[in-house]
């Protein structure tokens, strides 16, 4: 589950990075770009088990 989480976070930082360089779709770039970062925070706070 954690790695699904990481994997949707690294995607939404990726499309925030592309919506945001090349294309200028608004506020919704934004969105993407805080729910990566609450993904990769709610990771970091619940620990990986290796």
Known sequence: ???LLYT???ILVILWA???FVYSIGS???I???IAVIAILF???KGSKI
Do not use: C, D, Q, W
Request: without cysteine.
């Open 32 to 34: 993407l770009l805080v």
């Open 8 to 10: 949707i976070a690294i």
């Open 18 to 20: 592309l919506g945001f």
């Open 43 to 45: 990771r970091l706070i």
């Open 28 to 30: 919704i770039i934004h």
């Open 1 to 3: 589950m954690s790695n």
